[in-house]
């Protein structure tokens, strides 16, 4: 049994590895979101249109601060000599997928009407999705001769 568990994760380390500092990214994110609502807010859970959009930009500001270096050393294992290059990508991933969040968070707020609290965990189903299959694909891809 343990031997299988064994396999499984060696099999799956990098999808295990980026749940889990996904996760802590996610709690980051969402610490600086929320401390700012209550800072400059007062707590609100219908933000206006103009608060939701500074609170998408400090949640992803955070979120990206945590997640570039994390994911760099401990999801894709990136040997990438070229760190800035790396991180230009990363932020500009970073970016679509936080225009993303912002789209759904505005959708079910200011539209909908749902509470902004749902509304982040909502969209931070997709954003987490959406960053994986980015940072996979295109910033943290692998090249042919490694």
Known sequence: MIEKLRDFCKKHREILVYLIVGG???????????LWNF?????????????NTILSVVENAAGIAFAYPT???????SKNPNILAEAGSFVGSRLLTMLLGWLLNLL?????????Y???VVSAVFVVVGNYIISKLLVFRKK???
């Open 24 to 34: 802590l990214t996610t709690l980051v994110s969402w610490a600086a979101k929320f």
């Open 39 to 51: 800072a400059f807010y007062g707590g609100t859970s219908a933000p206006t249109v103009a608060q």
């Open 71 to 77: 994911n760099r050393k401990w999801v894709f294992q």
């Open 108 to 116: 079910l707020v200011n539209v909908l009407g749902i509470s902004t």
């Open 118 to 120: 749902i509304a982040t």
């Open 144 to 146: 042919k001769q490694e």
